[in-house]
């Protein structure tokens, strides 16, 4: 497949409005408008997904939890906890973006790459959401391909500056999905559930040092587990200037290590998903920037 056809998911119905809040979710609409706009996508390369159907994310999230998301009856702790505003609009996103995860791993599966505009709510448990994450969509989509043996192995590459801790909790049993996150340990969550591979970093880490521990733990994971497919999470939110994070990455660091994960993911022919997860900046254009300049760099390697 030529560069110009870079597969990529996304779905104006991300853009919920949850009023005055530091999660920008017009961040989607704008990040698919610049990368139309230069050229790195065409409007042809983009599709809309389908909603993941209740069986599939009841793979991962427990029946009573979604029984109260379908009816809309979470209660005030949960959605204090979600830390969201609970509507139909949100609960249709949730689906949408589980469902848009499940497009962009097949597509990657296929093609070897491709990018859901969306994606990587890693804050979501089997039975509850928290921290803007209502429904867990890489856990829903990594569930499903395996349940239908499209893929044995997968792992999840988590560089938001956030640990993945609903992720890690959900798939804490399951041998077969390797659940790495590198993030800003004096950080939410308070309580981070052990994954595979934890990566804990100090406050202010820069560009030298995270790429350095990168490509240090990066090849561990793949060569130790071995996965048919990568989820990659990446977060714009380890950049210096994010309202809620605390490392010190450049724009031009977080290129590099978008670099780093697609590179050596190609050269041992493993398939990448990519999902934007978070991304907060004092100014809305960098994080515009910092997650197209990643679905940039993935274009280069096809």
Same mark, same amino acid.
């Given at each position: 497949m030529s560069p110009q056809k870079l597969r990529a998911v996304w779905s104006p119905a991300y853009e919920v409005d949850i009023g005055a809040h530091v999660f920008p979710t017009e961040k989607y609409r704008r990040v698919k408008e610049e990368l139309v706009r230069?050229?790195?996508?065409?409007?042809?390369?983009?599709?809309?997904?389908?909603?993941? %159907?209740?069986?599939?994310?009841?793979?991962?999230?427990?029946?009573?939890?979604? %029984?109260?998301?379908?009816?809309?009856t979470l209660t005030r702790e949960e959605e204090r906890r979600l830390e969201l505003p609970f509507s139909t609009a949100l609960r249709e996103a949730?689906?949408?973006?589980?469902?848009?995860?499940?497009?962009?791993?097949?597509?990657?599966?296929?093609?070897?790459?491709?990018?859901?505009?969306?994606?990587?709510f890693h804050h979501a448990f089997a039975d509850h959401g928290e921290g803007f994450c209502l429904l867990n969509d890489v856990a829903v989509a990594g569930a499903e391909l395996r349940a239908r043996q499209e893929v044995e192995r997968v792992a999840i590459v988590d560089l938001d500056v956030h640990h993945?801790?609903?992720?890690?909790?959900?798939?804490?049993?399951?041998?077969?999905?390797?659940?790495?996150?590198?993030?800003?340990e004096a950080n939410y969550p308070f309580l981070k559930p052990a994954g595979d591979l934890d990566v804990g970093l100090?406050?202010?880490?820069?560009?030298?040092?995270?790429?350095?521990?990168?490509?240090?733990?990066?090849?561990?994971?793949?060569?130790?587990h071995g996965?048919?497919?990568?989820?990659?999470?990446?977060?714009? %939110?380890p950049y210096r200037e994010d309202q809620l994070g605390g490392l010190a990455l450049s724009m031009n660091g977080l290129r590099l290590r978008d670099r780093?994960?697609?590179?050596?993911?190609?050269?041992?022919?493993?398939?990448?998903?990519?999902?934007?997860?978070?991304?907060?900046?004092r100014r809305l254009a960098d994080t515009v920037r910092i997650h197209g300049n990643t679905?940039?760099?993935?274009?280069?390697?096809?």
């Open positions: 230069d050229g790195t996508l065409t409007p042809d390369s983009i599709r809309h997904p389908e909603p993941a %159907d209740w069986e599939s994310v009841a793979r991962v999230h427990s029946r009573a939890y979604l %029984d109260r998301i379908k009816e809309g949730s689906l949408l973006n589980c469902g848009g995860t499940l497009e962009a791993g097949r597509w990657a599966l296929g093609e070897g790459m491709a990018v859901h505009l969306g994606g990587g993945g801790n609903g992720t890690a909790a959900i798939f804490c049993q399951e041998p077969q999905v390797f659940t790495f996150s590198m993030h800003q100090e406050d202010g880490v820069d560009d030298e040092a995270y790429l350095d521990l990168l490509e240090r733990h990066l090849p561990t994971v793949l060569d130790g996965p048919q497919l990568v989820f990659y999470l990446a977060g714009a %939110d780093t994960v697609f590179r050596e993911c190609r050269a041992r022919g493993i398939p990448v998903a990519t999902v934007l997860a978070g991304g907060y900046a679905v940039r760099e993935a274009r280069t390697l096809l």
